[in-house]
């Protein structure tokens, strides 16, 4: 492997060269620790033969090492300036794939299902855009493209909802309907001073793998009736529930036979107690 580009001299000697600046409106910052950016490549392997689909290249940090570790690398990207850096930056690589489509538009499923036909596992692995953080991974979860591992960089306070537990101020909504689909495992707290430019707030990597499905479950009335237990947060099980179906008497009866004190509020529910409450639900309707 050449040089790493992950380091703050290489990183600022490829931006001068290119005569390239960070954009914020496209959410880079670009990781200047290799060390770090090794341990992501490595972690989001879960066999030796995967191929690494990544959300926003950049100039190539972590696709370099992607590039080491997968039998093929497809990377997506919306920033015209990149092409040519990365031509330069991965010239060395013969099995890195640039698309330059915006990952939010892209028919994930059918780019996966082309190489899990040929027999390899497919991850997904980024230091994510910021700002699109949730849509990019609601968008994985609900394309029910069959990806191995995601293992992705995101803010740390946003990651601390993604895994967040019961009885703790981040459990919420996203947390349940996240945690409903995907196990999902802290891989590392990462500081912000090894990103360049250096954002606000640290960082951290968690990395999701897909659990069974429960059929039994219909996901988009489950998601409902989650979101709307968690609609205000101060109030009981009760209030929200009862504004959630519309008939307060008939969310008392439904509580109390699945054997949930009205009192309670919602980030005091389990994931299996709300699924329980879910198929009471369904059930007396
Ligand atoms: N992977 C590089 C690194 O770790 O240094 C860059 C990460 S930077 C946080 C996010 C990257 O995502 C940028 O290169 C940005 O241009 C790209 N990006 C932003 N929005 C995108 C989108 N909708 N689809 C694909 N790439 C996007």
Redesign the pocket.
């Known amino acids: 492997m050449n040089k790493p580009i992950?380091t703050p001299s290489r990183t600022k000697e490829i931006l001068a060269k290119h005569d390239m600046f960070a954009?914020k409106n496209?959410?880079?910052?670009?990781?200047v620790d290799a060390g770090v950016?090794e341990k992501i490549a490595r972690d989001a392997m879960v066999s030796d033969h995967c191929v690494a689909i990544?959300?926003?290249?950049?100039?190539?940090?972590?696709?370099q090492y992607l590039c080491e570790y997968a039998k093929k690398v497809i990377s997506?990207?919306?920033?015209e300036r990149?092409p040519s850096v990365l031509a330069d930056t991965l010239s060395e690589y013969d099995n890195f794939t640039l698309v330059m489509?915006?990952?939010?538009n892209i028919d994930l499923k059918s780019y996966v299902e082309q190489y899990t036909a040929q027999g390899y596992d497919v991850v997904i692995a980024?230091?994510?855009?910021?700002?699109?953080t949730t849509p990019?991974l609601f968008k994985i979860f609900e394309s029910n493209a069959p990806v191995s591992a995601i293992t992705v960089?995101m803010q740390k306070e946003v990651a601390d909802r993604f895994h967040a537990s019961v009885n703790t101020k981040e459990y919420n909504a996203l947390s349940i309907v996240t945690q409903y689909r995907c196990h999902v495992k802290n891989v590392m707290k990462v500081p912000k001073n090894v990103?360049m430019p250096k954002p606000n707030v640290d960082s951290a990597v968690l990395q999701f793998t897909f659990k069974e499905k429960d059929a039994s479950i219909n996901e988009e009335a489950f998601f409902e009736l989650v979101k709307g237990c968690f609609k205000q947060r101060r109030k009981t099980i009760l209030n929200n529930f009862g504004e959630y179906l519309g008939d307060k008497t008939k969310a008392k009866e439904v509580l109390q036979h699945a054997g949930v004190d009205e009192k309670r509020r919602a980030e005091s529910l389990t994931i299996d107690e709300f699924k329980h409450l879910y198929e009471v639900c369904i059930h007396e309707n």
Do not use: C, R, S
């Not at 990544?54 to 696709?63: C, D, M, R, S």
């Not at 997506?76 to 920033?79: G, K, N, P, S």
């Not at 489509?101 to 939010?104: M, Q, T």
């Not at 980024?126 to 699109?132: E, R, V």
């Open positions: 992950a954009k496209y959410g880079q910052n670009f990781l950016v990544e959300i926003g290249p950049g100039i190539g940090a972590l696709t997506f990207e919306i920033d990149l489509e915006d990952f939010l980024a230091n994510l855009p910021y700002y699109i990019i960089m990103f």
